[in-house]
């Protein structure tokens, strides 16, 4: 592998206190730089990937509300409908156990 040299301006007291770190860790500094070097690199190109990828999908979405074959659906009725079949079930549910309690108490008067 070849290697470049990367010289920087920073503050004395900056660079000092990350050569005490990087002794205080047993690891050469340029091996450290090298590391925040490459995680810098994979978060940019990772964020340009999402950001491309969400530009899609906004751009999908435009494309189907601006089709005329787009079949919409009011939100509110998917929610009341939601609520009903909830609420018929747990009205079944409760049925079903008054039911059973009034079987059994027929059974124990017996």
Same mark, same amino acid.
């Given at each position: #592998? %070849?290697?470049?040299?990367?010289?920087? %301006?920073? $503050?004395?007291?900056?660079?000092?206190?990350?050569?005490?770190?990087?002794?205080?860790?047993?690891?050469?500094?340029?091996? =450290? *730089?090298? !590391?925040? #070097?490459?995680?810098? *690199?994979?978060k940019q190109? !990772?964020?340009?990937?999402? @950001?491309? /990828?969400?530009? &899609?999908? =906004?751009?999908?979405?435009? &494309? @189907?509300?601006?089709?005329?074959?787009? =079949? /919409?659906?009011?939100?509110?009725?998917?929610?009341?409908?939601? /609520?009903?079949?909830?609420? $018929?079930?747990?009205?079944?549910?409760?049925?079903?156990? @008054?039911?059973? @309690?009034?079987?059994?108490?027929?059974?124990?008067? %017996?």
């Amino acid at each position: #592998m %070849k290697e470049a040299v990367f010289t920087l %301006k920073l $503050e004395a007291d900056l660079r000092d206190a990350f050569m005490a770190e990087a002794e205080a860790t047993h690891r050469p500094a340029s091996q =450290i *730089v090298r !590391e925040f #070097m490459r995680e810098f *690199v994979t978060k940019q190109q !990772e964020e340009r990937d999402y @950001e491309a /990828w969400e530009l &899609a999908d =906004i751009e999908r979405g435009l &494309a @189907e509300a601006n089709d005329p074959n787009t =079949i /919409w659906h009011d939100q509110e009725d998917l929610v009341k409908g939601r /609520w009903r079949e909830q609420r $018929e079930s747990l009205l079944a549910r409760i049925a079903a156990r @008054e039911a059973a @309690e009034e079987e059994a108490a027929a059974k124990s008067a %017996k």
